[in-house]
């Protein structure tokens, strides 16, 4: 038997995930104790302690299936947005709402717009529906190209894919921005705001949510597992048109997310102290990173989410500090996959990590 041969082409080409190192990986194999993941823009605090309660309670029931509805965090949801319950759907992550709205809207011969630097799980699900995906530039600043975006829409296109704020940049569209890109996207093609870093931005003056200028064909994501710490649980939610959500139900793993997760999202969801003690460290972490980063003349991009994007001159040279950081024990994430080579991300951890990361990268260049 060939494998090749049974595979359709889209599926060929596409290259599985490479996770980054575990903190037990890399403890193991450079014997250090102290280490710092700011790798994947986790919650460096945890998470609400209100959380471990609800699970042990969830479990009581675990033999029986999920609420395929997720009923009672779907009308929390909906009430704290004043929308319709029928008008969010939840799912194990984000990513897999992206996934469901790949399922639900793709028809064979059809396009995605996006751009070149930004979230790779929105590549990854166009790509298992074997799309085509137009990446349109981002500027020299890193922020997206509105008229580059309007201008690749054609008779073809479906989607049109944007993460505000962007990972990995931290970007944003400014408000203004943002509404002349949905005013520019015709009503037949869907707009996915993925909106998974909201918490952090906010309360940025011209930042604008999708949901404070909502249209019918604008699908708003965010998750639980940025801001609320709970990435391992695997849930997040869309808000969209009850039109668009009854669809996308139909292509919905029917019981997802777990009990487990819809539990902890739920107490989670509450927890607006646990919720501001996070945004606020993000907040001191980031400025504290500028201020470093320019006493030391590192290029980066300033940031509205919970990671901060350096600019090194090569590959070679985003290759080579990554990897005498994780030798000091602080794990970071190259973004090549982003698409975006010369750079490296960095989630902004508690202050210790933060102090971590800040004498590493002075033992790294004093030699
Ligand atoms: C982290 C991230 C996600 C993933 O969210 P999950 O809910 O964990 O699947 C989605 N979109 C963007 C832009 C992200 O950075």
Do not use: W
Request: glycine share 6%; with cysteine.
């Amino acid at each position: 038997m060939n494998i090749a041969d049974l595979l359709p082409e889209n599926i060929k080409r596409l290259k599985p995930y490479v996770a980054g190192k575990t903190i037990a990986e890399v403890k193991k194999e450079y014997g250090l104790e102290r280490i710092s993941k700011l790798a994947s823009n986790e919650n460096r605090l945890g998470c609400s302690s209100k959380v471990k309660d609800a699970v042990l309670t969830s479990l009581k029931e675990i033999q029986d299936y999920p609420d395929p509805v997720s009923g009672k965090l779907r009308a929390a949801i909906a009430d704290r947005n004043a929308v319709k319950e029928s008008e969010v759907i939840l799912a194990a992550g984000s990513e897999s709402i992206i996934s469901i709205l790949c399922r639900t809207f793709f028809k064979h011969d059809e396009n995605a717009v996006t751009a070149n630097a930004t979230f790779v799980g929105f590549f990854v699900q166009a790509g298992v529906r074997g799309v085509e995906l137009k990446k349109v530039p981002v500027t020299e600043s890193y922020r997206f190209h509105v008229d580059g975006i309007l201008d690749a829409i054609d008779d073809k296109t479906k989607m049109v894919y944007l993460a505000n704020p962007n990972n990995p940049t931290g970007t944003y569209l400014k408000a203004d921005e943002y509404r002349k890109l949905v005013d520019g996207i015709p009503e037949n093609v869907l707009l996915i705001a993925d909106e998974a870093y909201f918490e952090y931005a906010n309360e940025v003056d011209d930042y604008l949510s999708a949901m404070d200028y909502r249209k019918p064909n604008v699908i708003i994501l965010r998750t639980f597992s940025k801001a609320f710490g709970l990435a391992g649980f695997r849930i997040g939610y869309g808000i969209a048109d009850e039109t668009l959500i009854t669809e996308m139900l139909k292509t919905k793993l029917t019981f997802e997310p777990t009990a487990p997760a819809q539990a902890a999202a739920l107490v989670a969801y509450d927890d607006l102290e646990f919720l501001k003690k996070s945004t606020e460290v993000v907040k001191k972490g980031r400025d504290r990173l500028y201020s470093f980063f320019d006493d030391h003349n590192v290029q980066y991009e300033k940031s509205i989410s919970n990671s901060v994007m350096m600019i090194l001159d090569s590959e070679s040279e985003a290759v080579d500090f990554t990897q005498k950081m994780l030798e000091q024990g602080v794990i970071l994430r190259r973004i090549n996959a982003f698409g975006l080579p010369n750079c490296v991300r960095i989630t902004i951890g508690t202050p210790s990590e933060m102090d971590h990361f800040e004498e590493s990268f002075k033992q790294i260049f004093k030699q």
